[in-house]
């Protein structure tokens, strides 16, 4: 006998996988996201003029960039991605990772923030894109008030932090150390709309609606595994092509959770393509967003 489904929402398993950006210069957006956060290439492939390569950790795809350079730049008030959040799996992990990315001259250090949930490093890459490191506290230390995860923003001192978890073996460790794409957070036109998409379409839960001009929503009690907001971006209809975000990537465990989101989406009159394997939307700002099974090779990322 199998559990029931709620078809409401996504299984309590769905996870994020890698985020893909369309960038100018691809060589220099490589060379930073490898210096800067630790990452390598796992996979590269040329279609036409653009050329597409992935960069991750261990095996775990974590960015894709897609070279399109005559695309125009990142507008910071246009929807689309306000960060991409990748989840260290310790502070000694993160402490690491935040020592390179400030030692990078190409980045820009945006502040750093105890949410109580996790602890967080912000930082804008060279195009423009915001980029969160974090490590996670214990879910037995997150409080839930009213069917909320209480989160919120403290001032967290880097520096303390790195001289209390900054370590010569974590440093070492570099690209073998464990990372993976934990929540992205996205710039919307209104709320009320985004969570008609994203909550009620997509299947996501609401987790936090007390930030004013943002919504925070996850799968399986998460804190978040996407958010939304509209400090920038407050009253924008969908954006024109740009760098900068290309997609938004879900993974769901099987077949069935594919089945249930297309119905969903279908009830909700949402155009959808679905191909077996991945069911690829896009958001009512333009941002395309692809659920998919989590076995998806490398080369199908490139494939998308």
């Known amino acids: 006998m199998t559990d029931a489904v709620d078809e409401r929402i996504l299984h309590p398993e769905t996870s994020m996988s890698a985020v893909t950006l369309r960038v100018g210069d691809l060589e220099g957006m490589s060379d930073y996201y490898a210096r800067a956060f630790a990452m390598e290439p796992l996979a590269e492939d040329a279609r036409q003029r653009e050329v597409h390569r992935v960069l991750g950790r261990g095996t ?14 990142v507008d910071p008030r246009q929807p689309g991605l306000f960060h991409t959040a990748f989840l260290l799996e310790d502070p000694a992990s993160l402490a690491a990772t935040v020592y390179r990315a400030a030692q990078d001259q190409r980045s820009r250090f945006v502040g750093s923030s105890d949410h109580l949930v996790s602890e967080a490093f912000y930082f804008t890459d060279p195009e423009g894109n ?8 214990d879910r037995s230390q997150w409080v839930r008030r009213g069917g909320q995860i209480a989160m919120d923003t403290r001032y967290l001192d880097p520096q303390q932090y790195l001289d209390r978890h900054l370590s010569q073996d974590a440093l070492d460790a570099g690209p073998a150390a464990a990372g993976r794409v934990g929540h992205v957070h996205l710039q919307v036109g209104d709320i009320e709309t985004a969570r008609a998409f994203y909550v009620d379409a997509l299947g996501f839960e609401a987790t936090q609606t007390d930030y004013p001009g943002a919504l925070f929503a996850s799968a399986g009690g998460y804190h978040h595994h996407i958010a939304m907001n509209t400090w920038n971006s407050r009253g924008s209809g969908p954006r024109a092509a740009s760098l900068g975000l290309g997609d938004v990537a879900v993974t769901v465990p099987d077949t069935q959770e594919l089945e249930v989101l297309a119905g969903r989406l279908r009830a909700r009159s949402i155009p959808f393509r679905a191909d077996g394997r991945s069911v690829g939307v896009v958001d009512p700002w333009g941002t395309q967003v692809t659920v998919a099974l989590p076995d998806l090779s490398t080369e199908e990322l490139m494939g998308r």
Do not use: F, M, Q, S
């Open 60 to 73: 775990t795809p974590l960015v894709r960039l897609i070279h399109t350079p005559d695309l125009p730049g």
């Open 130 to 137: 915001g980029v969160e490191l974090y490590a996670d506290r």
